[in-house]
């Protein structure tokens, strides 16, 4: 049987990239019994580059930053791909953690984290609605717009 998980990426156009080293002393995910916890990750695209650079509600759009929130989901799933083989082995999406390089007065960051949660769900169905947390930030790396990490439930 095809991976399913894959087989609806592939619908949605999705490719997953080559998962991004870590930049500082930290791994990109650590599985613990059932639970896979995966390091943030950035928007950057498939070539390296940055989906959205800068402040939401400062430069950023809303939509821009929907776009972000989801690169940084892909980035996420490449992860899990890595740490487990097959994307077929997540048995729930648990929790989406997202972070918002915002100005001060941007109010819309759960709309932005939408763009991840959203693309879950379209990946793994029922399995893909997880609780979730939103902060807006200062500043990420690299100026980056948004910044995603995840927690897996596994076989």
Known sequence: MAATVDKKLAELGIALPTPASPVANYIPFVRAGSLLFVSGQICLDAAGKL??????????????????????????????????????????????????NSAPDFLDGPKVLN????????????????ARTTVGVASLPADAAVEVEGLFEVA
């Open 115 to 130: 763009g991840a949660s959203d693309l879950m769900v379209a990946a793994f169905g029922d399995k893909g609605r997880h």
């Open 51 to 100: 989906v959205a650079k800068g402040k939401l509600g400062n430069g950023v759009s809303l939509e821009d930053g929907q776009k972000a929130a989801r690169a940084c989901a892909i980035n996420v799933l490449a992860q899990v791909k890595a740490a487990l083989g097959d994307l077929d082995k997540v048995a729930r999406v648990v929790r989406i953690g997202g972070f918002v």
